[in-house]
C-alpha cells in the first residue's frame, strides 16, 4: 500500500508519536500487533504490510480525502 506524502503525514498526525521510529528514508510505526514500515518511494511512502484491518480502513479514509 502507498500513500502520498500529504496522506502519509495526515496518518502520523493521528497516532502517537511516540509509537514511532524515523530513519532517513523510513519511518516504522511500532504497535501491538507488529511494527509496520513505510519507505519512501519517490513521491509515495509504501509499506508491504498486508492491507487489512484498520490499516486498510484508514487508507480507505485518506484517499476519499
Given at each position: 500500500?502507498?500513500?502520498?506524502?500529504?496522506?502519509?503525514?495526515?496518518?502520523?498526525?493521528?497516532?502517537?508519536?511516540?509509537?514511532?521510529?524515523?530513519?532517513?528514508?523510513?519511518?516504522?510505526?511500532?504497535?501491538?500487533?507488529?511494527?509496520?514500515?513505510?519507505?519512501?518511494?519517490?513521491?509515495?511512502?509504501?509499506?508491504?504490510a498486508?492491507?487489512g484491518?484498520?490499516?486498510?480502513?484508514?487508507?480507505?479514509?485518506?484517499?476519499?480525502?
Amino acid at each position: 500500500m502507498c500513500l502520498t506524502a500529504e496522506a502519509f503525514g495526515l496518518f502520523l498526525s493521528i497516532i502517537s508519536l511516540q509509537n514511532v521510529s524515523v530513519e532517513q528514508g523510513l519511518v516504522t510505526v511500532h504497535t501491538s500487533d507488529r511494527d509496520v514500515t513505510w519507505m519512501a518511494t519517490g513521491a509515495l511512502w509504501c509499506t508491504t504490510a498486508p492491507d487489512g484491518g484498520t490499516l486498510a480502513m484508514l487508507d480507505d479514509a485518506v484517499t476519499r480525502i
